[in-house]
Structure formats: structure tokens, C-alpha cells
């Protein structure tokens, strides 16, 4: 086995939340001091114009337009950090279940990291999915960080 073969994939479902650069903070420097690369996964959700075809498309390629805006953003962060380019997939459907195609699909991805929301709705949606209902559908270990952590406070874990 080479050492690409070997290198650890940390993955990182990507949003807008704050808690998420908690997210990718870690999985990059983790990637960084570890020799491994980070993947990052967007997934665009269904719309609900079914009946508008036209307009639906139009709705999607802005989406998908905004998506990788974003990935190509997060995508310098980690190079800031990590020192390599990360692997990106975006994804049309629902989160949890492209999720999981993704880590199925993928063999060299080995841990998904998540990281945990500081809001009172306790530690998210995905989160909550993952643990519970998707915990025994995953090959790979979850990593969830505490989504206050700061870039000092993640130096200092990773």
C-alpha cells in the first residue's frame, strides 16, 4: 500500500452554520498533522416547485451555482491549513441519505467529522441523525467537535 493509500480522509458535510468552520478547522488540521486529506460534501436540497419545471431548474443551477462558490471558499481554507486541496462533492437529495452513498461510494474516506451546534436546539439535526439512526449504517468512526471551539483551542486538541 503507498502512503496516499494509507492517508486518513476526514470528511465534512458543509453548511452555513458556524459550527461547520468548527468543523472544517479541525478535520484540516487534523489532515495537516496526520498526513491525511479532507473531503468536503455539500448537499442541495430537494426543491418544492415540482410543478414549475422551469423555474425549479433555474432555482437548482443558482444552487448548485452557490455551492461551489462556497466549496471553492472552503476549499482555500483548508489549503491555508492543511496545505493540500481537498476532495469536494456536491450532491443533489437529502443530507443524511447522500451521507451515506458518499461514505459507501468512497472507501478512502475514514472519518467523518461533525461538529456539534452551540445553540440551545441541542447538537443539530445531523448530528442527532448520525448518532442515532445512522450509527449502525457507518463503517467509518464520528468525530464530533464542540462547535465553540476556537482555532487556538483546536491547535491545542489536534
Not at 461510494?105 to 442527532?128: C, F
Request: glycine fraction near 8%; charged fraction near 20%; proline fraction near 5%.
Amino acid at each position: 500500500m503507498s502512503q496516499s493509500e494509507k492517508a486518513r480522509i476526514f470528511l465534512v458535510v458543509v453548511d452555513e452554520t458556524e459550527e461547520m468552520t468548527v468543523a472544517l478547522h479541525y478535520a484540516a488540521r487534523r489532515a495537516r498533522n496526520s498526513g491525511g486529506h479532507v473531503a468536503l460534501l455539500n448537499v442541495i436540497p430537494p426543491g418544492e416547485l415540482q410543478q414549475w419545471g422551469a423555474i425549479e431548474e433555474l432555482m437548482k443551477q443558482e444552487q448548485r451555482e452557490e455551492a461551489e462558490q462556497l466549496m471553492q471558499r472552503l476549499a482555500k481554507d483548508v489549503v491555508d491549513i492543511a496545505g493540500s486541496v481537498p476532495s469536494l462533492y456536491i450532491r443533489d437529495g437529502q443530507t443524511s441519505e447522500e451521507l451515506i452513498k458518499l461514505i459507501q461510494e468512497e472507501p478512502s474516506i475514514s472519518i467523518l467529522v461533525l461538529a456539534a451546534g452551540t445553540g440551545r436546539g441541542g447538537p443539530g439535526p445531523l448530528i442527532s441523525h448520525v448518532v442515532g439512526q445512522m450509527s449502525g449504517n457507518l463503517r467509518i468512526p464520528v468525530t464530533v467537535v464542540p462547535g465553540y471551539l476556537s482555532d487556538e483551542q483546536l491547535d491545542a486538541i489536534t
